[in-house]
């Protein structure tokens, strides 16, 4: 079992950034992928970004490859999202989640067993 507790939303002017921290409990965290998601009001949770549980490999979404960044530290358990040149569309909630597949490329949300209970970015024009 794994919990996450994600923090560092907030509200933004365009062109700004964030940068989402996202914690778990247990001493399991380095052996899963972690990944992050979001939801927009009156839209389907889509991903976002993932990186395996060496922080090898990452993945991103095409919406934002190139302005996220995707990290991790082991030895805090802790998972990043470095949210650079944010735009209202970026607006939503950011959740984590934990996939006990370590490695991989998996985007969808029905691939992860784990997740948090999302913090929100709003991003303001």
């Known amino acids: 079992q794994v919990q996450l507790v994600e923090s560092g939303g907030g509200l933004v002017q365009a062109g700004g950034s964030l940068r989402l921290s996202c914690t778990a409990s247990?001493?399991?965290?380095?052996?899963?992928?972690m990944g992050w998601f979001r939801q927009a009001p009156g839209k389907v949770r889509e991903f976002v970004a993932r990186?395996?549980?060496?922080?090898?490999?990452?993945y991103y979404a095409s919406s934002v490859k190139g302005r996220f960044t995707i990290s991790r530290d082991n030895a805090k358990n802790t998972v990043y999202l470095q949210m650079n040149s944010l735009n209202p569309e970026d607006t939503a909630v950011y959740y984590c989640a934990a996939d006990q597949l370590p490695f991989g490329s998996a985007l969808s949300p029905a691939q992860y067993e784990f997740w948090g209970q999302g913090t929100q970015a709003t991003v303001s024009s």
């Open positions: 990186i395996t549980s060496s922080g090898g490999s990452t």
């Open positions: 247990g001493r399991t965290f380095s052996s899963y992928a």
